[in-house]
């Protein structure tokens, strides 16, 4: 080999390892919602029972990176941390384990389940979830529905708030999840009184 093929390879070899590492990017990393266990059964009376069929949220909220509230106007999205599932699905997913948790049994259809036909409709609208360096806080209303054709039976708004001990993506879940179990409770309590 001559010396100028004998450079160019090691130039080639260079440019070559360069570019494989500038292909790697940093890892992503999921984090998930759990269920918050309340210290008791909330209702022991006998209740209709009640189906969650819904839980919206804003379009701001629903993509699969975390995204943080940075100051009034402004967001960031995380693209190393990401929701494990749909977020809307996830908040569904773990509200449903939280009023079971809370109601007696029989009381609660889980989503997507076939329903007694005397069953309550509960859906649940997130009109806002923004954390700053502290707090998390969480807007919400939920409206049920009874009878046939379903009408509007009750519905009920509330601002919640969970203390952040850090801005990453984990605590902002435990935050969520802790909130979507003091929704629970809200949602239980406003029930009970129907």
């Given at each position: ?77 995380d693209d190393r941390n990401h929701w494990g599932a749909p977020l809307a699905q996830m ?104």
């Amino acid at each position: 080999m001559t010396r100028s093929a004998s450079t160019l390879a090691r130039v080639a070899m260079l440019i070559g390892t360069s570019l494989a590492g500038c292909g790697h990017s940093p890892a992503t990393h999921y984090v998930r919602l759990n269920a918050s266990p309340s210290g008791a059964l909330l209702a022991t009376t006998r209740i209709a029972p009640v189906q969650l069929t819904a839980v919206h949220i804003p379009t701001v909220l629903d993509r699969p990176e975390v995204v943080t509230q940075v100051s009034p106007n402004r967001l960031t999205v995380d693209d190393r941390n990401h929701w494990g599932a749909p977020l809307a699905q996830m908040m569904r997913g773990t509200l449903a384990q939280d009023l079971t948790m809370r109601l007696p049994a029989g009381a609660f259809v889980f989503p997507d389940a076939p329903a007694p036909p005397d069953t309550r409709t509960l859906v649940v609208t997130v009109l806002d979830a923004e954390a700053d360096t502290k707090t998390m806080t969480f807007q919400a209303g939920w409206t049920l529905l009874s009878g046939q054709p379903p009408h509007v039976t009750l519905t009920r708004e509330v601002t919640l708030t969970s203390t952040l001990t850090s801005r990453d993506a984990a605590e902002q879940a435990a935050a969520l999840s802790r909130i979507l179990g003091e929704l629970a409770d809200r949602i239980v309590a406003s029930i009970v009184e129907r």
